[in-house]
């Protein structure tokens, strides 16, 4: 099974590691479920045409997800998944990671108010992933044009908590300086007689 073979819109999410991925995530079937897998899958255009179905379906999860959910699938139950169980595991692991969907995350994303860092974020992926994406970039874009890119820089994100990392959104300070305090009307004055004297007005 290759990227080259795919064709249509349904599939311009899928990159090479994710057909990589699910190859695995068939390899680890066969392996684990060696007579149901060949029962189910008895030929190779059938099994293509599956794995096709699969990879349109899960083209939304980070590769390293997708890899997970088939092991929680298997250290879970004696039977072969179907799609609809593989789908369940990988947003399971998602949800105990506190990440959500990546459609869900890119929904928040464009929704968000500004200033952006000062806002309540499921997780810390999302606003990264935004930032990243570029703020004005998703708001003055179609959602043809801006939820893949939203969606690389999300499955980067999602990538690094799912290997242990532990992502943090920078204080609002450091990124939008908070507007000055308006003096009052003695600094004011006092100011400005201190600056006619130094210019000599």
């Known amino acids: 099974m290759t990227p080259r073979g ?3 819109a349904s599939r311009k999410l899928a990159t090479e590691g994710h057909v990589e991925a699910l ?3 068939f390899a ?3 392996l684990n479920y060696h007579n149901q897998y060949y029962a189910a899958y008895p030929g190779a255009d059938q099994l293509n045409q599956i794995k096709k179905l699969w990879l349109e379906a899960l083209s939304d999860y980070p590769v390293e997800h997708i890899l997970k959910g088939a092991r929680h ?3 879970h139950s004696e039977y072969l998944p179907t799609l ?3 789908l369940e595991c990988c947003q399971q692991g998602l949800g105990e990671l506190g990440l959500p969907h990546p459609r869900d995350a890119y929904v928040e994303a464009c929704r ?3 200033p952006k860092s000062a806002q309540a974020w499921s997780h810390p992926a999302v606003y990264l992933a935004g930032r990243d994406s570029d703020w004005f970039f998703l708001a003055n874009n179609t959602e043809r044009t801006s939820w893949p890119v939203f969606k ?5 994100y999602c990538a690094r908590v799912l290997r242990g990392e532990s992502l943090e959104i920078p204080a609002p300070a450091a990124l939008e300086k908070a507007p000055e305090k308006p003096l009052a009307r003695e600094e004011q004055l006092a100011r400005l007689k201190a600056l006619r004297e130094q210019t000599g007005l």
């Open 112 to 114: 968000a108010a500004t």
């Open 152 to 156: 690389a820089h999300y499955d980067q």
């Open 6 to 8: 795919q064709s249509g």
């Open 73 to 75: 699938a298997i250290e």
């Open 84 to 86: 609809n169980r593989m």
């Open 23 to 25: 190859n695995q995530v």
């Open 28 to 30: 680890l079937f066969r």
